[in-house]
């Protein structure tokens, strides 16, 4: 398998950042993100010292957060606070059906190129359940069907998910597996789930069919961390040229796009293994 594509160095990226800089854009977005991160409302002095700007360059910005809603003036000496505004546009757009939205063309250029199905699994609670999904091209293939719950440690993607957790977050979810499977965890669990994320991707034998081989590759947040897992649920057919080793070099490239579009942490996905 190849390895994962390099993405622009940080001296690229300064660079490009350099090239394209939008200083008015990323005053008023400092303004924004310094109101969200404090309880208090500020006033204009306040907010150009937090911002080490000057109090000329602040208020311009407030007047056209102002106007366009995304904040307000409140109290007699006219302190600035966020409105709803950010709230009411994350909202319009449940997050869940964004990352379907994205996925869809992907997941379809990973079958097309590999003539083997493809899906998208979300974790939910003990479990993972597929949320987007893409039947084989070819006339025979093997698929898992829309909406199917699968146990959290029976499946390539509840592996790589729970592979790319925060310790809180694994805690978390593996004693409500217990609690659901009514079973100890495996002992060497995370001694796999650490070469799971060193690898970057897991692959495994079918827990519930012969012949399939399930490889999974973790779609990360901005935090470096698993929201979903694209998968390949591979059957070998006779006298077929693709193999594993497409299959990863597809899913690799599909996941980081996916990844990339959803504004995940691009160091974490650097050079194939989770930083």
Known sequence: MSTRRALPTRQQANSRRIRYAA???EKG???????ASVSEALNHSEIARHLGRTINEVFRMLVCLEERGYISRTGSDERYQLTLKLFEIVHQHHPLQ????????????VANSTGQSCHLAVLNSAEVVVVAQV???RNMGFSVRLGANVDLLNTASGHVILACQGDQVRTRVLAAWRRRSRRPIPGRLARHLDEIRRRGYEELASYQVHGVVNISFPILNQHGEAIAAM???FLPRIGDSVGPPQVKEALDVASR???SAIGGNKLALNSGVLQ
């Open 23 to 25: 200083p008015a854009l």
């Open 29 to 35: 977005l400092d303004v924004l993100e310094l109101l």
């Open 98 to 109: 964004r990352l379907i939205v994205q996925a869809r063309p992907l997941l379809q250029q």
């Open 135 to 137: 039947d084989a091209p």
């Open 231 to 233: 998968a390949v649920p």
């Open 257 to 259: 796009t996916l990844s």
